[in-house]
């Protein structure tokens, strides 16, 4: 016989939860998440804040830097 011919054996379907089992696994997952503190959530809320500021000014920098860079090279006078 050919071993090529066999067919690999086929694995039931999952069946799809219902809504209302959906929304049971949600809320069992909910209760399971650690929510941070009132000062936690301000602390890591500043560090957010810092951290955007501080990319947001330093491609600022590097984007002026870059265009007087072309401005003299190209000789562009506005």
């Known amino acids: ?3 090529g011919n066999k067919k690999a ?3 039931p ?3 799809r939860p219902s809504i209302k089992e ?3 696994g949600i809320k069992i997952e909910m209760k399971k998440v650690v929510w941070p503190t009132k000062k936690e959530l301000s602390s890591y809320t500043a560090i957010v804040i810092a951290t955007c ?3 947001a000014l330093a491609f600022w920098a590097i984007d002026s ?3 007087a ?3 003299v090279v190209l000789g ?3």
């Open 1 to 3: 016989m050919a071993e």
């Open 9 to 11: 054996p086929s694995t």
């Open 13 to 15: 379907k999952k069946r």
């Open 22 to 24: 959906h929304f049971r």
């Open 53 to 55: 500021t501080f990319f």
């Open 65 to 67: 830097t870059v265009l």
């Open 69 to 71: 860079g072309l401005r």
């Open 76 to 78: 562009v006078t506005l």
